[in-house]
């Protein structure tokens, strides 16, 4: 039996939450378990008398209320596996965020281009380390990085937004940019639109973004997205190793995202990768 916590500032689920919990749902009822909902700032004692094994999801970094049930369930030596914000424990499993990046870009690559522009939101970018380095290396490719910061509201973040990818549009002149995470991948894609640039025909856009956000304008997005489904998926299939005897510890586990071919990237046919004129 699972336990899924809910931060207590998460009372409107989230995307990300959601797909976090229809993950779980679908292991448990595969494995013939029920799956109990609960908030973090409900006391866990009553649990603790249970058999249960306890699928902590963290909704945020400074969730004091999640971090004492881990650190319970800890102490008690419980099974517990946390998935959501990394707080450094040592039974977690999360996206593979390192690969985000290296999945977009070489997509693009093996579609032919060699001049590729990135613009990622900052706190993304630092995060997930969104960045040349995460990127498979070839002598012919060449990686512009534009991040943009996404703090003082909306209509400012969408003005970083656009300002970054003017930048990269004049300075770098690719033929294939990678946008998001999001929302923001939307309106970097109405940013290119707006200015008369066809999507894909004069440039493949790959997104790093849920399903929520895989449409714009009647094209499919192609896109990466973080493999939330996936993660709780295997956080019960750890839970249930852990109850019948598999070790109290599940280590660190990264689960490699899903790149979804869609309609807002193309493969080059003639020669690839040169700077196009006119923008």
């Known amino acids: 039996m699972v336990i ?6 998460m009372e409107n689920t989230t995307a990300v939450a959601h797909d976090s919990i229809e993950g779980a749902q ?3 009822v595969e494995a013939g378990l029920p799956l109990v909902l609960t908030r973090s700032d409900v006391d866990p004692e009553k649990y603790l008398r249970l058999r249960y094994g306890f699928l902590v999801v963290i909704g945020a970094a400074n969730d004091a209320d999640a971090a004492r049930w881990a650190q319970i369930l800890h102490t008690a030596r419980r099974p517990f596996v ?7 424990w040592a039974n977690h499993i999360q996206p593979d965020g390192g690969r985000i990046a290296q999945s977009a870009v070489e997509h693009l690559y093996q579609s032919g281009h060699r001049r590729i522009a990135l613009v990622p ?15 498979i290396p070839h002598p012919d490719l ?3 990085v534009y991040p943009f910061e996404t703090t003082g509201g909306w209509d400012l973040c969408r003005a970083n937004l656009e300002e970054a990818m003017g930048r990269a549009m004049s300075e770098w002149q690719p033929t294939g940019i990678v946008v998001g995470p999001d929302q923001f991948a939307l309106f970097g894609l109405d940013y290119l639109a707006n200015r008369g640039l066809r999507v894909p025909e ?3 856009v790959v997104t790093c973004c849920p399903s929520v956000f895989s449409e714009w304008r009647g094209l499919r997005i192609t896109r990466v997205d973080n493999p939330h489904r996936e993660v709780a998926r295997r956080a019960v299939e750890e839970l249930i190793k852990m109850g019948g005897g598999g070790g109290y510890s599940c280590g660190r586990i990264a689960v490699a995202p899903a790149l979804f071919q869609g309609e807002t990237s193309r ?6 990768g040169s700077p196009r004129s006119g923008t």
């Open 4 to 9: 899924r916590l809910d931060s207590a500032e």
């Open 26 to 28: 679908a292991a448990c």
């Open 82 to 88: 946390s998935i959501g914000v990394d707080k450094g």
């Open 121 to 135: 939101r900052v706190s993304f970018a630092g995060k997930l380390r969104f960045g040349p380095e995460q990127v």
């Open 142 to 144: 060449a990686l512009g």
């Open 202 to 204: 004069d440039l493949s």
């Open 267 to 272: 493969l080059i046919t003639g020669p690839a």
